[in-house]
T-cell receptor, first 118, second 108 residues
Framework: GAVVSQHPSRVICKSGTSVKIECRSL??????MFWYRQFPKQSLMLMAT?????????EQGVEKDKFLINHASLTLSTLTVTSAHPEDSSFYIC??????????????FGEGSRLTVL | AQRVTQPEKLLSVFKGAPVELKCNYS??????LFWYVQYSRQRLQLLLR??SRESIKGFTADLNKGETSFHLKKPFAQEEDSAMYYC??????????FGQGTRLTINP
């Protein structure tokens, strides 16, 4: 199968601190990964497209200096929420599609990371 | 502008009854559509995609370009179908845009 793993699954931090969330493709390579944000009982909102070896592409309204994305290898993308505030509390989900082999367009999702900023 | 619309936030049917989850889209090119499902306490996963014309877990979805719809259907609902269902539209090479989601509850 194609497994995407996120870490940590839950994190609580104080206001003003920075938090890093990792997204790994465990058994496949992913040139592109996606970061979504999900508010309670709402849909997934795409935040940015993470490209291996280059800058991320952010969706309109998403602050790139606030949500730093690094995609240093074909199996790892990180999202850093800088100077977190309570309004950043949310469920963050990453996804990836296969780079090699048969690309059916299917996205494989991580289990999500719940961030709570106190 | 809303690109994927799921008009029903909640849908409740009895076991054995037919189910239809509605999805409408707005896209200027040739659309590629998917249904993703999220069962309780599990991650989001692909249910089916329109290009494969497959039936998964008894669910089917037909792309209707005239009505710009991709409704998900199942003739006889089962309790294990209770979940959150998201319709998604592929934009560009890989980006997916999701609808608001429909929470389906199957009553015994």
């Amino acid at each position: 199968g194609a497994v995407v793993s996120q870490h940590p699954s839950r994190v609580i931090c104080k206001s003003g601190t920075s938090v890093k969330i990792e997204c790994r493709s465990l058994d496949f390579q992913a040139t592109t990964m996606f970061w979504y944000r999900q508010f309670p009982k709402q849909s997934l909102m795409l935040m940015a497209t993470s490209n291996e070896g280059s800058k991320a592409t952010y969706e309109q309204g998403v602050e790139k200096d606030k949500f730093l994305i690094n995609h240093a290898s074909l199996t790892l993308s990180t999202l850093t929420v800088t100077s977190a505030h309570p309004e950043d509390s949310s469920f963050y989900i990453c996804s990836a599609s296969r780079t090699s082999g048969v690309n059916t367009g299917e996205l494989f999702f991580g289990e999500g990371s719940r961030l709570t900023v106190l | 502008a809303q690109r994927v619309t799921q008009p029903e936030k909640l849908l409740s049917v009895f076991k054995g009854a037919p189910v239809e989850l509605k999805c409408n889209y707005s896209y200027s090119g040739s659309p590629e559509l998917f249904w993703y499902v999220q069962y309780s306490r599990q991650r989001l996963q692909l249910l089916l995609r329109h290009i494969s014309r497959e039936s998964i877990k008894g669910f089917t979805a037909d792309l209707n370009k005239g009505e710009t719809s991709f409704h998900l259907k199942k003739p006889f609902a089962q309790e294990e179908d209770s979940a959150m269902y998201y319709c998604a539209l592929k934009e560009g090479a890989q980006k997916l845009v999701f609808g608001q989601g429909t929470r389906l509850t199957i009553n015994p």
